[in-house]
């Protein structure tokens, strides 16, 4: 099996191999140290977000405020849409509360009440 140069995310070894694809073509690794209990992950592992560079956020920023759209946006900036969406996202829980939050906790409370 050729080297990757990918390492486990649990136990930061190489002794890596592919294995397989997600159905959404992602590329996915094992892991074949046997004293590690992760054995299957992803390269794109969340603990490393590829969030937007400060100044490419300023850049969506800007642009949003013009009136452009997502998908503009990223055309224009270069990066994938879904990570505009998500600046945009974390610029609004900075200025709003999360909308599903409310409802959740009245759900919960009618049924308390009910019981
Ligand atoms: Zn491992």
Redesign the pocket.
């Known amino acids: 099996m050729a080297l990757t140069q990918v390492r ?1 995310p ?2 930061n ?1 190489l002794n890596v191999v592919k294995y397989g694809k997600q159905p959404n073509g992602e590329q996915r690794y094992s ?1 074949q ?1 046997p004293r ?1 209990e ?1 054995t299957i992950f992803l390269l794109n592992y969340r603990n490393q977000p590829a969030v937007a560079s400060p100044s490419a956020r300023t850049r969506i920023i800007e642009l949003a405020l013009d009136g452009a759209d997502a998908m503009e946006i990223s055309e224009t900036l270069g990066l994938p849409e879904e990570e505009v969406i998500r600046v945009f996202q974390q610029l609004s829980r900075l200025t709003a509360p999360p909308v599903g939050v409310r409802s959740r906790n009245r759900r919960a409370a009618t049924k308390i009440a009910a019981g």
């Open positions: 486990c649990d136990c070894g892991c140290d590690c992760r």
